[in-house]
T-cell receptor
Framework: RKEVEQDPGPFNVPEGATVAFNCTYS??????FFWYRQDCRKEPKLLMS???SGNEDGRFTAQLNRASQYISLLIRDSKLSDSATYLC??????????FGAGTTVTVRA | SQTIHQWPATLVQPVGSPLSLECTVE??????LYWYRQAAGRGLQLLFY??????ISSEVPQNLSASRPQDRQFILSSKKLLLSDSGFYLC??????????FGSGTRLTVV
């Protein structure tokens, strides 16, 4: 079983729509969770950390469900600039993070 | 502020040739350093990580090696490249487990 699994998508949504997707992780001892954004042929960049109580950053909302071991990301009022691949990231131990293969989101005009 | 530099951005190398990719971090000391590889359409695979000078841990057996000759320098090497070594190589750093910051990456094509 992969450490972090994501629906690869793609999710094709019109501008202004809401899009949400999950990832699941296998290590119940994981303590740190993140969403990264990766544009085509670019390095991943931290989008937001995910906290136990859930957190928002503008149009982005992240949720963590420890019991079911999944993390979600919701994007409201999608913009064309939100088109990217979103990577779910979970810590393995103090030194290492595991990355999902990514969920591709395409926002169309 | 902290910055991470990685070069070159693009590299085309013949099979059997050597490889040396360099990564340096500025504005911090004693960072944890990482080398990842991303094959086309795939996730990031951790290759090596280092928690200090001369301390290298390898994640997967492979045709590559890593070294950390200075606190803020991390080098990825190979003596003889294989076609399967092609990919997008990313260096990253962190001080604590609070997310990584990645360099801009090296796109390696082995021909």
């Amino acid at each position: 079983r992969k450490e972090v699994e994501q629906d690869p998508g793609p999710f094709n949504v019109p501008e202004g729509a809401t899009v949400a997707f999950n990832c699941t992780y296998s290590n119940s001892a994981s303590q740190s969770f993140f969403w990264y954004r990766q544009d085509c042929r670019k390095e991943p960049k931290l989008l937001m950390s995910v906290y136990s109580s859930g957190n928002e950053d503008g149009r982005f909302t992240a949720q963590l469900n420890r019991a079911s071991q999944y993390i979600s990301l919701l994007i409201r009022d999608s913009k064309l600039s939100d088109s990217a691949t979103y990577l779910c990231v979970v810590n393995r131990n103090d030194y290492k993070l595991s990355f999902g293969a990514g969920t591709t989101v395409t926002v169309r005009a | 502020s902290q910055t991470i530099h990685q070069w070159p951005a693009t590299l085309v190398q013949p099979v059997g040739s050597p490889l040396s990719l360099e990564c340096t971090v500025e504005g911090t000391s004693n960072p944890n350093l990482y080398w990842y590889r991303q094959a086309a359409g795939r996730g990031l695979q951790l290759l090596f990580y280092s928690v200090g000078i001369g301390q290298i841990s390898s994640e997967v057996p492979q045709n590559l090696s890593a070294s950390r000759p200075q606190d803020r320098q991390f080098i990825l090497s190979s003596k003889k490249l294989l076609l399967s070594d092609s990919g997008f190589y990313l260096c990253a750093w962190t001080r604590v487990t609070n997310g990584y910051t990645f360099g801009s990456g090296t796109r390696l094509t082995v021909v």
